[in-house]
């Protein structure tokens, strides 16, 4: 069997962007999830890790695994090959996975898994499980991640996410609860894929409908793609790598669109990814859509999405109103380490605070601000070097075994 994907994984310095999409989903009979136990409505904590909602599951009674919620995903898939002997396989078969470009990458279709949550079961799932993790999702989240939910959970059950206390309330769309003074934004699903039609405001100050995925892989607020053809770039905006694909880096540019419309909520000054033109050629069989919406932006709101009733009801939460910044230093880094307990730089944007100063790819960064870097949540990290225009941090660098110490002025650039 082929099994057809165009996949991105990207994931820009403080904005972890993920975008899987399956084209050709796995034929098997009607995969679903459904709740047990008698009860109408389940609670499921998670994790908002670097703009990845992470939540536990168990498979095969084995676990508990760490997968990201994506309604990116077109069907179950396993990122981290070592699943393989954890959960105890003893059927599989190999499949050939197409990326961008032609290259291709192996999987194994895994049948017959039993997914568990507290008081939520699969009924006739499988999975794809990748035999290279190419994607370093782990290290990105400074966690063990292993992989990605997606359509068939989405498809069969009403969920609704409150960013606030970080909680996954889940029953069967009969049994959903509607959010009190909140909006119903219409959705369809094509592709195994939620889209919705949202206003944005262009660079020449047009209104355009524009057609989105509502991805709650993808960890930008906002990313377009052929409207900048028709209607321009902003002025100000910065290159940048969006992140890592199949085939390699995604290069394009970062910057803002002056207001997105949802239903009545307006949000102004969005931070926004364009990828360039050499990439998007390279998208084949990919339904029509403009762009891409992500838990960057969606996570300002709570959120149900009933994917029977098609639609998504959405109303303001706390942070409805928190400026959008994108990250002032210049550099992308991950953990790395057994305990994902080093912060190591990726890559340092050319003219950049972090370049400007003589950081380097490989280097690790020990403190900052006299803290160590063990002691602090990635988040944290990442919400320091998006914090203040100017604000000067000092670091201690460790290279090739000699130590210094810099200090680092933020720039915001866009």
């Known amino acids: 069997m082929q099994f057809n994907i165009i996949k991105r994984f990207t994931y820009p310095s403080c904005f972890g962007l993920l975008l899987l999409a399956l084209l050709c989903p796995l034929k098997t009979k009607a995969q679903y999830f459904d709740i047990t136990g008698g009860k109408k409505r389940v609670s499921i904590p998670f994790k908002l890790v670097r703009n990845?909602?992470?939540?536990?599951?168990?498979?095969?009674?084995?676990?508990?695994?760490?997968?990201?919620?994506d309604t990116g995903v077109g069907g179950m898939v396993i990122t981290d090959p070592d699943?393989?002997?954890?959960?105890?396989?003893?059927?599989?078969?190999?499949?050939?996975?197409?990326?961008?470009?032609?290259?291709d990458y192996e999987a194994y279709v895994i049948p017959h898994i039993q997914v568990r949550m507290p008081n939520i079961s699969s009924f006739l799932m499988q999975a794809a499980l990748l035999k290279n993790d190419p994607f370093g999702l782990s290290a990105y989240a400074g966690m063990p991640v292993h992989g990605l939910l997606g359509y068939d959970f989405f498809n069969s059950l009403a969920v609704r996410f409150n960013f606030t206390d970080s909680t996954m309330v889940v029953s069967r769309p009969e049994n959903m609860r509607l959010l009190k003074k909140g909006i119903k934004i219409p959705i369809t699903i094509e592709d195994k894929k939620p889209y919705l039609v949202a206003n944005i405001k262009m660079p020449d100050g047009k209104m355009v409908a524009s057609k989105l995925i509502i991805d709650l892989g993808a960890g930008h607020p906002l990313s377009l793609e052929h409207l900048v053809q028709q209607n321009g770039m902003p002025v100000n905006f910065v290159a940048a790598n969006l992140g890592m694909g199949l085939t390699g880096p995604v290069n394009g540019y970062i910057s803002r669109v002056a207001e997105i419309e949802l239903g009545k909520y307006k949000l102004k000054n969005v931070i926004t990814s364009f990828p360039d033109m050499a990439y998007l050629k390279t998208q084949v069989n990919v339904t029509p859509r403009d762009?891409?919406?992500?838990?960057?932006?969606?996570?300002?709101?709570?959120i149900v999405l009933d994917y029977a009733g098609k639609a998504m009801y959405i109303k303001p939460g706390p942070y409805f109103k928190q400026p959008f910044e994108h990250d002032m230093s210049g550099m992308e880094y991950y953990f790395g380490g057994a305990d994902f307990d080093h912060l190591i730089i990726g890559r340092v944007e050319p003219d950049s605070p972090a370049y400007n100063v003589g950081l380097m790819p490989n280097d690790e960064i020990t403190s900052i601000n006299l803290k160590p870097?063990?002691?602090?949540?990635?988040?944290?990290?990442?919400?320091?070097?998006?914090?203040?225009?100017?604000?000067?941090?000092?670091?201690?660098?460790?290279?090739?075994?000699?130590?210094?110490?810099?200090?680092?002025?933020?720039?915001r650039r866009i």
């Open 291 to 302: 762009g891409n919406l992500g838990i960057g932006l969606l996570k300002r709101f709570t």
């Open 373 to 411: 870097v063990g002691k602090m949540s990635i988040e944290e990290i990442d919400d320091i070097f998006r914090s203040k225009d100017g604000r000067n941090l000092l670091l201690h660098v460790s290279r090739n075994k000699s130590f210094d110490s810099i200090i680092l002025t933020l720039k």
């Open 83 to 103: 699943l393989l002997d954890s959960i105890g396989i003893t059927t599989k078969r190999s499949i050939k996975l197409y990326g961008l470009g032609g290259q």
């Open 52 to 69: 990845l909602v992470i939540v536990q599951l168990r498979i095969n009674s084995k676990g508990p695994f760490n997968f990201v919620m």
